[in-house]
């Protein structure tokens, strides 16, 4: 399975496993028995390392041994507390058993590694460690000894189906942040922790961005409200791009103990060395944090920091008269601490450090003492930018939020505003942030320029002018307005000049193409065909600028080519891609290159995993296959098990091997369903047409709409008040049946025979047909999508024209005289009818109103 597929399967099995226990509550122990897992799996790969096997482990007591392992990997876990040693425990496995392993671990830390794993600043207690859910909440399992052992079986069943030393622990990794995902999903109230992974990562690009150019040995990155570390993690992994990551030293603060927890592992997990992880467990305002350890009294300012605050918390604000944080721009009410927090981060960074806060619209426009901070940060060029999002792209809350960027000692005073808020793709009940929409939003934010209808560059005299009120609306809207309705075009169906021109860069694209759709009476315009898509497909403009971007795309699938198959690749790989799709596409005539990067985007995810694996295990598993495992839930279990439902290429897809190189034999087993198919419709059609006699002769006892084959098998060999017609219809009905199950048997031995050869071929490809394959696997389908983004754009600029035929299609001065006409008639009518005097008279009132 990939890791999407063994995701989805963790998390299916995990919500049935969890029963009555809330999510909010379920994750930790989940989470925890994954972490823990992952701790013995890193045990077991160092001893292995270095030489040695997991039974080395047996009977390991002396000291030096001990401290061997502290000193390299921060703790010990003993033989009989491994993960895979619970495995083999069968029934008497149990909560004592993951109790007292836990207590030996906390015991058995080195000191750099119990700062981490325990409340930060705390004296040390096992019971406010990062176990603290294995450790003292097993209880809420089960109401007995007997309900809880079980629970804990199977959540360790269930975590033991995660593959550890064959794959990369960024499998993990990735099961990881999903169910944080998926938990935060199926319990919005308690969403508050999981910010949106590609919002996360705009933030990360800004930040990195800015820091690429360090010359610093160490570079530091802090969120007060660290939350699981998802931000912490992604600036981490955008600023690696550019610095060594041994050297970016990781601070965060975490009001809720159970989510601080969850920090630390997920952070632990990504190998980040123990002494570069500085995480407390503390109220963020409340307790003013990070201090630097070279001066016990003074504040620890850092290259960067991120927040995603609680919104609209209330604190009290009467406690921090004179807190430093504050003096210089002034107190948040105290139903409203989003500015707090935002003060707090300014506070915290270097002269030439950076911030990236998500925060609610209020903070904008509202009055008071958010307004004295807001004229503070302009007066004081704080404010760089400000980025407005979508709603509904969090789990927790369905309002809009925005993000802004602060810096210290700017000599600008100018502020981008970003109206992002249009820039989303629909799921379900959520607003998901696209790959080009964080695309188009970064390079705004670097840009710095007005792009109409989405950002806009604004001086600090007319942020003045409008009484210090950011609110977005004020300077830039991505709301477009219709265009009106034209009162002589609605009289006359003629269309305005104006409509037209909102296609201008069409009729530029496009010089002749205006003329042979239009026909011109001042500055008024009709149709001259009803084929507005055979014409615009026939213009020599437009197939001109078709095949000039199929050659762009051949281009492209050339370079693409090139560096996913016949060059190494690594992290870095991703944004060469990106940054040679824009120069190609970005002078692309009516296409807007976003579109285009979307579809790389789309295709990225399947490729890197690919790359992924290939780097893990070797090029050679472009030959190899496995089998290919489905999730199918029990009826009886309600649990979802795995099914293996035939064999798969691990990089290469066995359809692509039968398409490119068994298309007859597909051909075969396609004309023979095609005639099992027929065969099936001509038996339906034989049935529905039989006589009331034939038909009563063969239906099931309990569905006349359906015929039962041993009934209609005796119909035949005894017929009973059967005429030759209905006897000879049941003869032909049988032939048809008959004949289906032929075709669909000989179709399945033909598809068990392609099967065969199929895997052969695919374990016997040579060089050169696997590159053609990886070629065919990676790069086509992205090239195929970029070239119908082309399409796309002659399609939506037909459908437009077809809209605006149609917004005028009825002209009101015809409705009009085509009323009278018909009105006319109908009196005429009514002229002719006869009847008593009192419905004559009725007829001539009724002829009066017409």
């Known amino acids: 399975m990939t890791k999407q597929e063994l995701a989805a399967k963790i998390w299916a099995t995990a919500n049935v496993l969890r029963k009555n226990i809330k999510a909010s509550e379920y994750k930790d122990y989940i989470l925890g028995f994954m972490f823990y897992k992952y701790l013995s799996d890193r045990e077991i790969e160092f001893i292995e390392d270095e030489g040695g096997t997991k039974e080395d482990l047996q009977g390991m007591t002396a000291t030096d041994d001990f401290n061997y392992f ?60 990062v176990f603290n859910a294995l450790d003292a909440g097993l209880s809420k399992l089960g109401e007995n000894i007997g309900s809880r052992d079980k629970a804990i079986r199977d959540i360790i069943g269930l975590v033991a189906q995660i593959p550890t030393r064959s794959q990369s622990y960024d499998v993990l990794g990735y099961i990881y942040e999903y169910l944080i995902q998926q938990f935060s999903s199926e319990a919005k109230k308690d969403g508050a922790f999981y910010t949106p992974h590609e919002l996360t990562s705009l933030m990360a690009r800004i930040i990195a961005e800015r820091l690429k150019d360090r010359c610093s040995k160490y570079i530091q990155v802090y969120d007060p409200c660290v939350g699981t570390a998802g931000l912490l993690l992604n600036i981490g992994k955008e600023i690696g791009k550019y610095h060594d990551k041994h050297y970016i030293k990781y601070y965060g603060q975490e009001l809720i103990t159970e989510t601080s927890n969850l920090a630390k592992m997920n952070l632990f997990m990504k190998k980040i060395p123990v002494e570069n992880l500085i995480l407390r467990n503390a109220d963020t305002l409340d307790e003013d944090w990070p201090i630097d350890p070279e001066n016990a009294c003074g504040p620890l300012s850092v290259d960067a920091v991120t927040a995603n605050p609680p919104y609209s918390a209330h604190w009290n604000p009467e406690l921090h008269t004179s807190d430093e944080r504050f003096r210089q721009y002034g107190l948040a009410p105290s139903t409203k601490a989003d500015l707090a927090f935002l003060l707090h ?64 000692n700017r000599a600008a005073s100018d502020v981008l505003f970003i109206d992002a808020s249009q820039s989303f793709q629909k799921d379900k009940t959520q607003n998901v942030l696209q790959a080009s929409d964080v695309q188009r939003i970064y ?32 300077y830039i809207s991505a709301t477009r307005e219709e265009a009106p309705y034209d009162l002589y075009a609605l009289m006359t169906g003629e269309i305005a000049g104006d409509e037209l021109e909102s296609f201008a860069d069409c ?5 002749q193409l205006r003329s042979k759709l239009f026909t011109a009476d001042g500055s008024y315009s009709r149709f001259r065909t009803e084929d507005i898509a055979g014409v615009v497909h026939a213009d020599e403009d437009v197939a001109a600028l078709q095949s000039d971007f199929q050659t762009q795309c051949q281009g492209f699938h050339t370079y693409l080519t090139h560096t996913l198959i016949d060059s190494p690749t690594d992290e870095r790989t991703h944004d060469e891609i990106a940054g040679t799709l824009f120069q190609t596409f970005r002078q692309s005539p009516l296409v807007d290159v976003y579109d285009i990067y979307q579809a790389f985007s789309d295709h990225w995810t399947a490729i890197e995993a690919d790359l992924t694996r290939i780097h893990e295990e070797g090029r050679e598993i472009c030959r190899q296959i496995e089998p290919d495992i489905v999730l199918k839930k029990n009826a009886k279990t309600k649990r ?58 063969i239906v099931k006892d309990d569905d006349d709409t359906k015929y039962e084959l041993k009934k209609l098998k005796a119909a035949i060999k005894s017929p009973v008040d059967l005429n030759a017609d209905d006897l000879a219809a049941l003869r032909k009905l049988l032939h048809e049946i008959d004949a289906e199950k032929a075709y669909k048997k000989k179709a399945k031995t033909a598809d068990a025979a392609l099967e065969k050869k199929t895997e052969a071929k695919a374990q016997a490809l040579t060089d050169t047909e696997v590159h053609d394959m990886l070629e065919k696997t990676w790069v086509t389908p992205v090239t195929d999508a970029i070239d119908n983004v082309m399409q796309r754009v002659i399609d939506d600029f037909i459908h437009a024209l077809k809209d605006l035929e149609q917004k005028y299609a009825d002209p009101l001065s015809e409705l009009d005289k085509q009323e009278q006409e018909e009105s006319a008639k109908l009196k005429a009518l009514m002229s002719e009818l006869t009847g008593s005097d009192t419905d004559v008279k009725a007829l001539q009132l009724l002829m009066e109103e017409l």
């Open 640 to 697: 979802f098990e795995e099914v293996m439902v035939g064999m798969r290429g691990k990089v290469i897809p066995l359809g692509l091997i039968k398409q490119t190189y068994f298309p007859e034999d597909l051909a075969k087993i396609e004309e023979l369903l095609r005639k099992a198919d027929e065969a099936a419709a001509n038996s339906q059609d034989i049935f529905e047409n039989l006589s009331e006699d034939a038909k009563e002769a």
């Open 345 to 408: 981060c300014l506070y915290h960074i270097k002269p030439d450090g950076i911030m990236a806060i998500v925060l609610p619209h209020g903070v904008l426009f509202r009055g008071g003492a958010e307004e004295e901070i807001r004229k503070n940060l302009i007066e004081n060029h704080n404010i760089e930018t400000i980025i407005g999002l979508p709603s509904n792209l969090f789990f927790s809350t369905g309002i809009p939020v925005i993000v802004m960027i602060l810096s210290k």
């Open 443 to 474: 390079d705004a934010v670097i840009a710095r320029r007005d792009i109409p209808h989405f950002a806009r560059l604004v001086t600090k005299e007319q942020i003045v002018a409008e009484g210090y009120n950011l609110n977005i609306p004020r």
């Open 507 to 511: 009729w530029q694209q496009f010089p």
């Open 70 to 129: 502290r000193d390299n990997l921060g703790y010990f876990i003993a033989y009989d507390d491994l993960f895979s040693s619970w495995q083999t425990l069968g029934q008497k496995l149990g909560a004592q058993t993951v109790t007292a392993a836990i207590e030996r671990f906390y015991q058995s830390l080195s000191e750099k590694s119990a700062r981490v794993f325990y409340v930060y600043n705390q004296d040390v207690d096992r019971h406010s460690g």
